[in-house]
């Protein structure tokens, strides 16, 4: 990468053997791996949306339509009784964030390349 | 060092140690063939090379969000976990002492039966909760429920923001359930925190009600539950690890583990898997819906966040529930969702971190027109973590390009040396 026309000894060794390696094993086996690779992954998203869409695995679609969420936030006897964002959900279920560019700073000072 | 499902975890289990100085990830020197492949799949720029060999290293943790996409890419199986909490969890099944309780989060059961010769994308939950029983869980409870839990409070402090914006809580509202994100928006954009929800993710919650409603519900002492989280994740890892996850009064979540951990888990246990009857998790803090375990896809999040926000807002029913339109396989989705009595809700939904650096300069330079921005690290979501079994074709297609790197690591350190 560091000089593209002047090419090294280097490049041109590593260059010829990209060549050679194509002209052996040709192009089919990479792109069948990069294809193979995309299916898997939408295969997995597909899978999400079937069982979502499928009433015998999930007969509720809607997290406030589910029974023991109706049951946690009951405003007599829920766990949760004062709803959501309320005092005990601000107790147990919210957070707060921590600032830790400083840490980033100090690399990036020392001199370390990050691509953000 | 252990194998486990063809990566090698270090047996390192740390107790109240600080996340920020621990390596989840990091190459093996020695196996490392200095293609470059991991580049390609890190956001920070964490990984790079540290020799003229091209031999890559974790230059840093601070610098790194322990999402784990390199270690599923690289070809030569050269990126090791730095933690691992398998043997603890199996010396706890054993001891009598000790209520051990699972919290499986959704994308689990859609790449666990890979491990044992299913289909990628094959729903496994029934037989998931079957083996956690099997495996000397004493309730099976499921992060499933408390993503549920986080519509209810998300959704909630969405309209709160929408109602009533203001310096502290402005718009838009970026989700926070994903732990690479959190770490990267902490560490690249602090000045947008105020933009984050302040909801816990899913297992955050899960962690903090086991130990108080569920210890409660279940008459369990909490000094004597270990609550497993169980991820398609490495960086769940870390956020199991964060200080402030102590809301129960204990540490809120003992030890998180992947789905490559479980099925090794399961296959050690000899159970055989495939002829396992589905069982369902234990109701209380277990059952779930739809729009929970499309959590574990990119836009999932969003939509089910919508079917709740539509219907508080309209104060009309939503049917169908299905919301296509934020669904997103790669890159930034933004979609205008009318709701009746309110108007457009503006969204966005970005799939990789590099494209969630995009919404955020937006956001930085105020002319963000979103109301709510869903952030998944991993491309396409949870679904495909760092966590999740390998994707056979990475490394049995590298024959081609085993030979051409291990010419080039040769040739490279000579020249280097």
Redesign the interface.
């Known amino acids: 990468m560091k000089n593209v026309v002047q090419m090294t000894r280097r490049s041109f060794i590593k260059a010829t053997a990209i060549a050679a390696g194509y002209a052996v094993l040709g192009f089919n086996l990479t792109r069948e791996a990069v294809a193979a690779g995309l299916d898997f992954l939408t295969a997995r998203q597909k899978g999400v949306y079937d069982a979502d869409a499928n009433k015998k695995v999930y007969p509720i679609r809607k997290s406030q339509d589910n029974p023991m969420v109706q049951k946690i936030y009951d405003k007599k006897h829920g766990f949760l009784h004062d709803g959501p964002c309320g005092h005990k959900s601000h107790e147990l279920l919210h957070t707060h964030y921590q600032d830790r560019s400083s840490a980033v700073k100090a690399l990036k000072e020392k001199g370390v390349k990050l691509k953000v | 060092m252990k194998e486990i499902e063809k990566v090698a975890y270090q047996d390192n289990a740390p107790k109240g140690a600080d996340p ?1 100085g621990i390596y989840f990830v990091q190459v093996d020197s020695a196996k490392c063939q200095a293609c470059g492949e991991c580049d390609n799949h ?5 990984i ?1 090379s540290i020799n003229e060999a091209g031999i890559r290293q974790v ?2 943790p ?2 790194c969000v322990n999402c784990g996409q390199c270690l599923i890419h690289c070809p030569y199986g050269a990126i090791y976990e730095g933690v691992g909490y398998v043997d603890e969890i199996m010396a706890k099944l054993k001891d009598k002492n000790t209520v051990v309780v699972s919290m499986p989060a ?2 689990v059961r ?2 666990l039966g890979e491990s044992f010769g299913y ?5 496994v ?1 029934g037989k998931m909760h079957a083996a956690l029983k099997k495996l000397g869980f004493k309730y099976i409870w499921d992060n499933e ?1 408390t ?3 986080t ?3 998300e ?3 969405l309209i ?1 923001r929408i109602s009533k914006p203001g310096k502290e809580r402005p718009l838009p509202q970026f989700t926070s359930c994903c732990p690479g994100w ?7 954009y ?1 000045d947008l ?1 105020p933009h ?1 929800s ?3 993710s899913p297992i ?2 899960l962690g ?2 086991a130990k ?2 569920g210890a ?1 519900t279940t008459k369990t002492p909490p000094a004597k539950m270990y609550t497993v989280s169980i991820m398609p994740c490495v960086a769940k890892k870390y956020e199991g690890l964060r200080p ?2 102590a ?2 009064g204990f540490r809120d979540i003992d030890a998180t583990i992947n789905t490559r951990e479980l099925a090794y888990m399961i296959k050690q246990a000899g159970i055989d898997f495939k002829n396992l009857p589905d069982a369902k998790p234990d ?12 959590f ?3 836009g ?1 999040v969003m939509e ?1 966040a919508l ?2 926000a539509y ?1 508080v807002l309209s104060k009309e029913k ?1 049917a169908p ?2 919301v296509k339109v934020v ?1 997103t ?1 790669e890159g930034i989705n933004s979609a205008e969702v009318k709701v009746p009595k309110f108007g457009v809700v503006k969204v966005a939904v970005a799939s990789g971190l590099d494209n969630a ?1 995009k919404l955020c300069d937006e956001v930085r330079a105020g002319k963000s027109p979103y109301h709510f921005i869903e952030i998944m690290t991993c ?3 949870c ?2 973590g760092g966590g ?1 079994p390998l ?1 056979p ?2 490394r ?2 590298s ?2 390009q085993r ?2 790197a291990s ?2 690591k040769r ?2 350190m000579r ?1 280097a040396g």
């Open positions: 920020d890190c956001a920070t720029g964490a790079q230059v840093n601070a610098a959704p994308a859609y790449a289909p990628p994308g094959t729903y939950g429920y993503a549920d839990v519509i209810m409070e959704g909630t402090e709160e959190m770490k990267f928006v902490e560490s690249f602090p925190l984050v302040t909801c816990k955050g919650m903090a009600l108080t409603y409660q402030e996850m809301s129960s109701p209380a803090l277990g059952m779930s819906t739809g729009a929970a375990t499309i574990g896809t990119s999932g089910a079917r709740l219907e939503l529930p299905d669904r396989h650096a491309p396409g979501g679904v495909n999740q994707d074709s990475v049995s297609a024959l081609f030979t051409i010419i080039n040739f490279n020249t």
